[in-house]
């Protein structure tokens, strides 16, 4: 087993909770702006001062308790937006314990995760108003709706919009709560000297947030993080990357990630930075113009855009060529101690505002040679790596260590080790230290498979120590899960399980193919029963039948996932898949075998699609293959 020990270049402020992090804070911090927002794109800025949002957070916390939620699990759900900071903000400081949604979760599954999460109150955005309505009966547990934001008039009109007094009378009914109206019982609720919300105890190692992981209502894992864990990643981040408090942060990713909900939220509430909400993907260069951005927290998809915009604007300009030949100059300048990049490369960054100078890039691969270009225009891109269990961030290049194409080394304060004995070599990655998870909920036998005694995590996923630069890069997956383009997770056994509830369907197996333009694509193997199928659609199926009944079988399933979850190419087969001796699919051969078999018969995906593989499989190399109606990739 190789180990690396996490560094602290530089002193952090102690602290055990985020209660005891954002007071400290609002000491150092109180006249400076935490938040500038918009309600709608078109309206003019709102700022909150560090000082005006612990007023707001106390004022919410109050109402609460005094409401008689102290404690209980409280949900949030719906966009980025100042509303939704407070409401996390508010729960995790002495109301309850939170759970943040996903906002585009399937109605049935975000139901679902309501009730196994035990929820009481849910904040919400007002595009949910309907389906909560809807599904009042599937979420017996919820007895406080509070809509964050203002909705369309024709909603606030169907609704009939209680008063905390109203609810304190009638204790137990299901109630619907503007969050304006909370806030302001809260304000009066504390000048008339009510301080259970500010006295309320927090135990560092207590659950504080209920984090549920990709997959169905069912399967879905829920982690348990504590502020412990939250606050020891929040230190040792600090300790290994010099922000310095004022830095202005655009907010892209959505908050109920931990990336951003630790990095984005919390790390820049405690280097006293300015959050700016963005006002939506399409706003992204305009709010960095406006604000005048100095760090954005992103996924690869997002810098590759930036790239691209970048050397497509250059080319247009015909200065591509020109950039190319500065770049050497100006490296070799910066060896000897002078950097002139932001002046020499002053229109490329005026394009992100001016003063863009950092970017913090998470949640899968990014490609080295975009990390190098912006760095040699004057633009940092810090490669991380992290997961939901360790809240999140495991590793990372940093102030002093900046490796591209490596995701680092272990933040301050945690061990990471590489599974294997021979240095250089693959192995799985393990993590041990205060930021690892309490747990799953409620599954035990689950926790105990991914921590073992000596306390390490097992990630699943596979990486490799340099022995000269003792950086870490991220090399595959042990496991199964799909990680596209723009960051978001698939896990193929969510799909797999709705493709198996059609009877016909003996197994399937789904993966990612890496297309040739980097883009990955949810791709399906489905063995079929033709007895079975013979059985459901009343005559003997041949080829041609069979691809329109899976046709619609995929449809319908992409129609109850969310889109990027959704099966885009796939075929079908008789043959059964190769299996371990406990009946589990070789996952890399049966992969494998579709790789070569499209190779050697130099094949297309748009070719493959929706077609039976086994006589493809049987025939001859290059053999012709004859002219039919192509399945396109399903959109």
């Given at each position: 087993?190789?180990?690396?020990?996490?560094?602290?270049?530089?002193?952090?402020?102690?602290?055990?909770?985020?209660?005891?992090?954002?007071?400290?804070?609002?000491?150092?911090?109180?006249?400076?702006?935490?938040?500038?927002?918009?309600?709608?794109?078109?309206?003019?800025?709102?700022?909150?001062?560090?000082?005006?949002?612990?007023?707001?957070?106390?004022?919410?916390?109050?109402?609460?308790?005094?409401?008689?939620?102290?404690?209980?699990?409280?949900?949030?759900?719906?966009?980025?937006?100042?509303?939704?900071?407070?409401?996390?903000?508010?729960?995790?400081?002495?109301?309850?314990?939170?759970?943040?949604?996903?906002?585009?979760?399937?109605?049935?599954?975000?139901?679902?995760?309501?009730?196994?999460?035990?929820?009481?109150?849910?904040?919400?955005?007002?595009?949910?108003?309907?389906?909560?309505?809807?599904?009042?009966?599937?979420?017996?547990?919820?007895?406080?709706?509070?809509?964050?934001?203002?909705?369309?008039?024709?909603?606030?009109?169907?609704?009939?919009?209680?008063?905390?007094?109203?609810?304190?009378?009638?204790?137990?009914?299901?109630?619907?709560?503007?969050?304006?109206?909370?806030?302001?019982?809260?304000?009066?609720?504390?000048?008339?000297?009510?301080?259970?919300?500010?006295?309320?105890?927090?135990?560092?190692?207590?659950?504080?947030?209920?984090?549920?992981?990709?997959?169905?209502?069912?399967?879905?894992?829920?982690?348990m993080l504590s502020h412990a864990n939250v606050?020891?990643?929040?230190?040792?981040?600090?300790?290994?990357?010099?922000?310095?408090?004022?830095?202005?942060?655009?907010?892209?990713?959505?908050?109920?990630?931990?990336?951003?909900?630790?990095?984005?939220?919390?790390?820049?509430?405690?280097?006293?930075?300015?959050?700016?909400?963005?006002?939506?993907?399409?706003?992204?260069?305009?709010?960095?113009?406006?604000?005048?951005?100095?760090?954005?927290?992103?996924?690869?998809?997002?810098?590759?855009?930036?790239?691209a915009k970048v050397q497509q604007s250059l080319?247009?300009?015909?200065?591509?060529?020109?950039?190319?030949?500065?770049?050497?100059?100006?490296?070799?300048?910066?060896?000897?101690?002078?950097?002139?990049?932001?002046?020499?490369?002053?229109?490329?960054?005026?394009?992100?505002?001016?003063?863009?100078?950092?970017?913090?890039?998470?949640?899968?691969?990014?490609?080295?040679?975009?990390?190098?270009?912006?760095?040699?225009?004057?633009?940092?891109?810090?490669?991380?790596?992290?997961?939901?269990?360790?809240?999140?961030?495991?590793?990372?290049?940093?102030?002093?260590?900046?490796?591209?194409?490596?995701?680092?080394?272990?933040?301050?304060?945690?061990?990471?080790?590489?599974?294997?004995?021979?240095?250089?070599?693959?192995?799985?990655?393990?993590?041990?230290?205060?930021?690892?998870?309490?747990?799953?909920?409620?599954?035990?036998?689950?926790?105990?498979?991914?921590i073992d005694a000596d306390g390490w995590f097992?990630?699943?996923?596979?990486?490799?120590?340099?022995?000269?630069?003792?950086?870490?890069?991220?090399?595959?997956?042990?496991?199964?899960?799909?990680?596209?383009?723009?960051?978001?997770?698939?896990?193929?056994?969510?799909?797999?399980?709705?493709?198996?509830?059609?009877?016909?369907?003996?197994?399937?197996?789904?993966?990612?193919?890496?297309?040739?333009?980097?883009?990955?694509?949810?791709?399906?193997?489905?063995?079929?029963?033709?007895?079975?199928?013979?059985?459901?659609?009343?005559?003997?199926?041949?080829?041609?039948?069979?691809?329109?009944?899976?046709?619609?079988?995929?449809?319908?399933?992409?129609?109850?996932?969310?889109?990027?979850?959704?099966?885009?190419?796939?075929?079908?087969?008789?043959?059964?898949?190769?299996?371990?001796?406990?009946?589990?699919?070789?996952?890399?051969?049966?992969?494998?075998?579709?790789?070569?078999?499209?190779?050697?018969?130099?094949?297309?995906?748009?070719?493959?699609?929706?077609?039976?593989?086994?006589?493809?499989?049987?025939?001859?190399?290059?053999?012709?293959?004859?002219?039919?109606?192509?399945?396109?990739?399903?959109?």
């Amino acid at each position: 087993m190789q180990r690396i020990q996490g560094k602290q270049y530089f002193s952090v402020r102690q602290f055990d909770t985020l209660r005891e992090m954002l007071d400290q804070s609002v000491d150092l911090f109180g006249d400076k702006v935490a938040f500038r927002f918009r309600d709608k794109p078109a309206d003019p800025p709102q700022t909150r001062t560090y000082t005006e949002f612990r007023k707001d957070v106390d004022a919410l916390g109050t109402a609460l308790c005094a409401l008689g939620f102290s404690g209980s699990r409280i949900a949030v759900v719906g966009e980025n937006s100042y509303a939704w900071s407070l409401a996390f903000t508010t729960v995790v400081c002495g109301a309850g314990i939170a759970v943040p949604l996903d906002r585009l979760l399937p109605p049935e599954e975000l139901t679902g995760l309501i009730q196994r999460g035990g929820v009481e109150v849910i904040f919400y955005d007002p595009q949910f108003q309907d389906i909560l309505q809807q599904k009042k009966a599937e979420t017996a547990s919820l007895r406080l709706f509070i809509c964050m934001r203002p909705g369309k008039p024709s909603t606030e009109d169907e609704l009939d919009w209680a008063s905390p007094e109203e609810h304190l009378e009638t204790r137990g009914q299901t109630i619907w709560m503007r969050l304006g109206t909370l806030l302001e019982w809260g304000r009066a609720r504390l000048e008339g000297g009510d301080s259970s919300y500010r006295q309320a105890a927090i135990q560092p190692d207590a659950l504080m947030s209920l984090l549920f992981t990709s997959g169905t209502t069912s399967a879905a894992k829920a982690v348990m993080l504590s502020h412990a864990n939250v606050c020891a990643d929040i230190r040792g981040i600090a300790g290994m990357v010099k922000l310095e408090p004022g830095t202005r942060m655009l907010s892209v990713l959505p908050l109920h990630h931990t990336f951003e909900n630790t990095c984005g939220l919390f790390m820049a509430l405690y280097i006293g930075a300015e959050i700016h909400e963005a006002d939506g993907l399409r706003y992204i260069q305009k709010n960095m113009q406006e604000y005048g951005i100095d760090m954005i927290i992103g996924v690869p998809l997002l810098f590759a855009n930036f790239y691209a915009k970048v050397q497509q604007s250059l080319a247009k300009s015909g200065k591509d060529k020109l950039v190319r030949k500065l770049i050497p100059l100006t490296q070799g300048l910066r060896r000897v101690g002078i950097d002139l990049r932001r002046l020499v490369y002053r229109q490329i960054l005026e394009a992100f505002g001016g003063r863009l100078h950092l970017g913090i890039c998470g949640a899968a691969p990014i490609d080295p040679d975009i990390i190098r270009f912006f760095d040699a225009v004057g633009i940092r891109i810090l490669q991380g790596y992290g997961l939901t269990e360790t809240a999140p961030v495991v590793c990372g290049c940093n102030s002093k260590i900046f490796v591209p194409g490596t995701v680092g080394q272990p933040v301050a304060g945690v061990e990471v080790a590489i599974d294997s004995e021979q240095p250089g070599d693959d192995g799985e990655i393990l993590v041990r230290g205060p930021i690892v998870m309490q747990g799953y909920f409620e599954e035990p036998e689950l926790t105990a498979e991914v921590i073992d005694a000596d306390g390490w995590f097992h990630t699943g996923d596979l990486g490799r120590l340099d022995p000269k630069t003792k950086c870490i890069s991220i090399t595959g997956r042990v496991k199964s899960m799909i990680v596209l383009k723009n960051g978001k997770k698939v896990f193929p056994e969510e799909i797999e399980y709705l493709i198996g509830q059609a009877g016909w369907i003996k197994e399937s197996l789904v993966w990612g193919e890496t297309g040739q333009d980097g883009d990955v694509i949810v791709t399906a193997k489905l063995v079929v029963d033709r007895e079975r199928l013979q059985e459901a659609i009343g005559q003997a199926p041949d080829d041609s039948s069979i691809g329109a009944q899976l046709e619609k079988l995929i449809r319908d399933i992409n129609a109850r996932l969310p889109a990027f979850k959704g099966i885009r190419q796939y075929v079908f087969s008789f043959q059964e898949m190769v299996k371990t001796t406990t009946q589990k699919i070789r996952r890399p051969i049966e992969i494998g075998k579709i790789s070569d078999l499209m190779a050697r018969q130099k094949l297309r995906w748009q070719e493959l699609t929706g077609k039976n593989i086994d006589p493809i499989a049987q025939k001859p190399e290059n053999a012709a293959e004859p002219r039919t109606p192509e399945h396109k990739p399903i959109d």
